[in-house]
Nanobody, 126 residues
Framework: QVQLVESGGDLGQPGGSLRLSCAAS????????VAWFRQRPGKDREFVAT????????YYDDSVKGRFTISRDNARSTFYLEMTSLRPEDTAMYYC???????????????????WGQGTQVTVSS
């Protein structure tokens, strides 16, 4: 049974940093592309960042480019989202996701991902 379990969500200060983790089990982790999405109150789930299984391809949404960093540790079957220069508009439920293959730019859409975590809440407020 595949499981993705997020952790690290918290209350953060504007301009501050948080690090999210997603621990994967039940799949050949190094054969999967991984991603982070977020869902703000009243909004659809939106793409944040993705990292290919080889680590050679990384894409970010423009809203987080230069502030967030996605990374993975295949030995630990875990991937991360390092969030810096936090803004109130980063407040959202953050979800991790995994899929074995991309098709075109379907990685930008939630329906392009096979496995999901349960979500971890990030709130940015002073």
């Amino acid at each position: 049974q595949v499981q993705l379990v997020e952790s690290g969500g918290d209350l953060g200060q504007p301009g501050g940093s948080l690090r999210l983790s997603c621990a994967a089990s039940g799949l050949g982790f190094n054969q999967y592309h991984v991603a982070w999405f977020r869902q703000r109150p009243g909004k659809d789930r939106e793409f944040v960042a993705t990292l290919s299984r080889s680590g050679g391809s990384i894409y970010y949404d423009d809203s987080v480019k230069g502030r967030f960093t996605i990374s993975r540790d295949n030995a630990r079957s875990t991937f991360y989202l390092e969030m810096t220069s936090l803004r109130p508009e980063d407040t959202a439920m953050y979800y991790c996701a995994a899929v074995s293959a991309w098709f075109g730019t379907n990685y930008l859409r939630p329906d392009g991902w096979r496995y999901w975590g349960q979500g971890t809440q990030v709130t940015v407020s002073s």
